[in-house]
């Protein structure tokens, strides 16, 4: 086991002195705090992060997943926040002001995509979409953009699990003046740390492998100080603040990342190969199966995400959801449960949204779990020949 990897299994919570010292972290269950000297005088030179006033604002069980997560991805801060759109909300309200443009990749969660459309640019941010893979194009937008800038896209794109070439387009985003934002969420930080890569500000869907159970919701922001500082003040204005229990929950299940994730990326890379060459399978989207083209020292892993398409369209991959046994026809990933959904009907639903990542008919996305493989592998046969 790596050493970061062995990291998350030390606890973070510090403990009273005398006391002895719990095997897992304490739940702090409370709305606000006694204010005494040490809190009066943290908020007397405006310091309301050090010290603890009211739960919204900062918690110790929720400050201890935050430290948990920033030092997986070896960052000097983080902010964990109610869902990881949540995280979304406050690192593109907390960065960014009237006048910044947001050049996101075409490549992107459908609801990402939403609220950039909704809600950023109504509020005087200006967004375009690119494709980060093609490097003139990331120049061209960067070019054409006004004052302060921010670059956004996946480190494995949902749903078609695109690898981004993080330390190109940092560099490119840099050389600009512009700053790189990467959504880790399809990756996880044991398969990718994308500040190591020139990302400047990681965020991360806890819900999802970080968790791993498919039982709490949660998001998490990392990057510097100062950064974190601007998502902190957005997250508590915008009140995604995120409870205590759900964060002991989160912290429980990171307990297992690692051998989580190993075992679920191994049982996806077969799974894909054993869906390349099944005859009702037209198209498999998984970065193992494409690793001579990836972005070299990019990942530790291929994760444990990928698509394909079955011939016959969205109405087979309907019928291929119905016939399915053991994988669970349902959204979310990164659970210990594999997980099957069709984008058309879920993250991308609009036309628009389907074109611009294009989108094939028939689409399935499959979020591999802990499961026996060979029954993976079995009940994925029978319901592809079954749905014909």
Not at 62 to 68: E, G, I, N, T
Request: charged fraction near 20%.
């Amino acid at each position: 086991m790596s050493r970061r990897a062995a990291s998350i299994l030390v606890s973070s919570v510090s403990d009273a002195a005398g006391q002895q010292r719990p095997v897992t972290p304490a739940i702090v269950q409370t709305t606000t705090f006694v204010m005494d000297d040490a809190l009066n005088e943290a908020m007397a030179r405006g310091d309301y992060r050090s010290q603890f006033l009211y739960t919204r604002m900062g918690n110790p069980t929720v400050d201890a997943l935050q430290r948990r997560v920033a030092e997986l991805h070896g960052a000097e801060d983080g902010v964990a926040t109610a869902s990881g759109m949540g995280a979304v909300s406050a690192a593109l309200f907390g960065l960014t002001s009237p006048g910044t443009t947001v050049i996101a990749d075409r490549q992107l969660y459908g609801v990402t995509a939403g609220f950039l459309r909704r809600y950023l640019e109504p509020a005087g941010r200006r967004v375009e979409f690119v494709d980060l893979g093609a490097a003139a194009e990331l120049t061209a937008a960067l070019q054409r953009a006004p004052g302060a800038t921010w670059v956004l896209g996946e480190t494995i794109s949902n749903p078609l699990v695109r690898v981004l070439d993080i330390a190109a387009v940092a560099a490119t985003a840099h050389a600009h003046g512009a700053r790189l934002l990467v959504d880790n969420t399809f990756a996880g930080p044991l398969v990718c740390r994308p500040l190591e890569h020139g990302a400047d500000v990681v965020l991360e869907s806890l819900s999802k492998s970080f968790a791993g159970h498919s039982d709490v919701h949660g998001g998490a922001l990392v990057g510097s100080r100062a950064d974190m500082e601007l998502c902190w003040q957005a997250m508590l204005h915008f009140g995604a603040c995120l409870d205590p229990h759900a964060s002991w929950l989160i912290q429980r299940g990171s307990r297992t990342l690692k051998v989580r994730t190993d075992v679920a990326c191994q049982n996806a890379g077969r799974v894909a190969r054993f869906l390349e060459s099944h005859p009702a399978v037209l198209r498999v989207w998984y970065p193992g199966l494409q690793a001579a083209s990836l972005p070299q020292g990019l990942l530790s892993d291929f994760g444990s995400m990928l698509s394909f398409s079955v011939i016959g369209g969205d109405e087979r991959a309907l019928r291929v959801l119905d016939a399915l046994q053991v994988v669970v026809p349902a959204t979310s990933l990164g659970g210990v449960e594999s997980l099957v959904s069709l984008p058309f009907n879920t993250s991308h639903r609009t036309p628009e949204a389907q074109a611009m990542i294009g989108l094939l008919p028939g689409t399935i996305r499959l979020s591999v779990g802990i499961e026996d493989v060979q029954d993976l592998m079995d009940d994925l046969d029978s319901a592809l020949r079954t749905s014909a």
